[in-house]
């Protein structure tokens, strides 16, 4: 009976236990300070230019234009996802035992992760539909594009996240869990569902129906926007609107597909479990580099930007 009574106390402990260990990095020893190094300078330099770009936004007037004002959104969910390199950094350094996490920082990191790349979604449609007006109507672009509605459609791009983000994590807290190994460098829904040994068919069937949307949604968007865009550009023989379309909506389209493809990389190398590691690295990249290189895109357009960078 004492044995069993100690077999149960154990139970109990990995039952729905608080404390989680974290996979992170298989890296050999002799990489780790090179790997650190790498990680340590993206993360410093995206910080330092998508919060510097802000700034800049936000003291130079001529900047205070609705492009600019919408793609303060795009910076500041940069920004928020840094929250996943320091603690990976932190890892690099421990051995595998030490590599824990506590429940709730998990869900906490999840969340903001989610967040991130439904947000960089709906942010690059309502960017979208700013192109879309300021071509192809461009005598009602100051009407259409008001202060009012500018924030309407930042209310939108982080509600409409916030909401789905919010469900999607949701469902997964509501589940009893049996495991505490999170099998990623990082907290995500993905990672944290596969914690629990019930059914996660509905977690399954919410996860892809939301990607679906999200994606459908974004792709939608974008493939209207910029075939109304073309028309105007085919039929008008002004080439100063050809210019302007091919130079504002060029540097739309590349951080969006930047955007996409790597997202879409790392939701379908979740399918695929014997490809955990490069699953892994796609997921940092996902927080590396599009964060990177949105400043720098967007710089080539704004000679205030090219001089601040």
């Given at each position: 009976s004492f044995c069993l009574a100690g077999f149960r106390l154990m139970e109990n402990y990995t039952y729905n236990s608080?404390?989680?260990?974290?996979?992170?990095?298989?890296?050999?020893?002799?990489?780790?300070?090179?790997?650190?190094?790498?990680?340590?300078?993206?993360?410093?330099?995206?910080?330092?230019?998508?919060?510097?770009?802000?700034?800049?936004?936000?003291?130079?007037?001529?900047?205070?234009?609705?492009?600019?004002?919408?793609?303060?959104?795009?910076?500041?969910?940069?920004i928020g996802s840094s929250n996943v390199i320091p603690r990976l950094m932190l890892d690099l350094l421990r051995p595998p035992s030490e590599r824990l996490i506590t429940y709730y920082e998990c869900v906490v990191q999840a969340f903001t992760t989610q967040?991130?790349?439904?947000?960089?979604?709906?942010?690059?449609?309502?960017?979208?539909?700013?192109?879309?007006?300021?071509?192809?109507?461009?005598?009602?672009?100051?009407?259409?594009?008001?202060?009012?509605m500018v924030v309407k459609l930042t209310l939108f791009a982080w509600g409409s996240?916030?909401?789905?983000?919010?469900?999607?994590?949701?469902?997964?807290?509501?589940?009893?869990?049996?495991?505490?190994?999170?099998?990623?460098?990082?907290?995500?829904?993905?990672?944290?569902?596969k914690l629990s040994c019930e059914s996660v068919a509905i977690n399954n069937i919410y996860g892809l129906t939301f990607s679906a949307v999200l994606l459908c949604s974004s792709i939608g968007s974008v493939?209207?926007?910029?075939?109304?865009?073309?028309i105007v550009c085919v039929t008008s023989n002004s080439k100063s609107v050809n210019s302007k379309a091919l130079k504002t909506c060029s540097?739309?389209?590349?951080?969006?597909?930047?955007m996409l493809i790597s997202g879409c990389i790392v939701i379908l190398m979740h399918r695929f479990p014997q490809y955990a590691e490069y699953r892994k690295l796609c997921?940092?990249?996902?927080?590396?580099i599009p964060g990177s290189l949105n400043?720098?895109?967007?710089?080539?357009q704004s000679k205030e930007i090219q001089k601040f960078l």
């Amino acid at each position: 009976s004492f044995c069993l009574a100690g077999f149960r106390l154990m139970e109990n402990y990995t039952y729905n236990s608080f404390m989680l260990q974290m996979e992170g990095l298989k890296v050999q020893k002799n990489h780790t300070n090179l790997v650190f190094f790498m990680l340590f300078m993206s993360y410093i330099f995206g910080l330092l230019v998508n919060a510097g770009i802000l700034v800049l936004i936000f003291i130079d007037k001529n900047l205070h234009q609705p492009m600019y004002l919408i793609f303060c959104n795009l910076l500041v969910s940069d920004i928020g996802s840094s929250n996943v390199i320091p603690r990976l950094m932190l890892d690099l350094l421990r051995p595998p035992s030490e590599r824990l996490i506590t429940y709730y920082e998990c869900v906490v990191q999840a969340f903001t992760t989610q967040l991130y790349g439904t947000t960089s979604h709906t942010v690059l449609m309502i960017m979208a539909f700013d192109r879309y007006v300021a071509i192809c109507n461009p005598l009602r672009y100051a009407a259409i594009m008001s202060p009012r509605m500018v924030v309407k459609l930042t209310l939108f791009a982080w509600g409409s996240a916030f909401v789905l983000v919010g469900v999607l994590l949701g469902l997964t807290i509501r589940l009893n869990r049996c495991r505490t190994l999170i099998r990623n460098p990082f907290c995500d829904n993905a990672s944290l569902f596969k914690l629990s040994c019930e059914s996660v068919a509905i977690n399954n069937i919410y996860g892809l129906t939301f990607s679906a949307v999200l994606l459908c949604s974004s792709i939608g968007s974008v493939v209207l926007t910029y075939t109304k865009i073309t028309i105007v550009c085919v039929t008008s023989n002004s080439k100063s609107v050809n210019s302007k379309a091919l130079k504002t909506c060029s540097t739309h389209l590349t951080v969006y597909l930047i955007m996409l493809i790597s997202g879409c990389i790392v939701i379908l190398m979740h399918r695929f479990p014997q490809y955990a590691e490069y699953r892994k690295l796609c997921g940092i990249l996902f927080f590396v580099i599009p964060g990177s290189l949105n400043t720098i895109i967007y710089g080539v357009q704004s000679k205030e930007i090219q001089k601040f960078l």
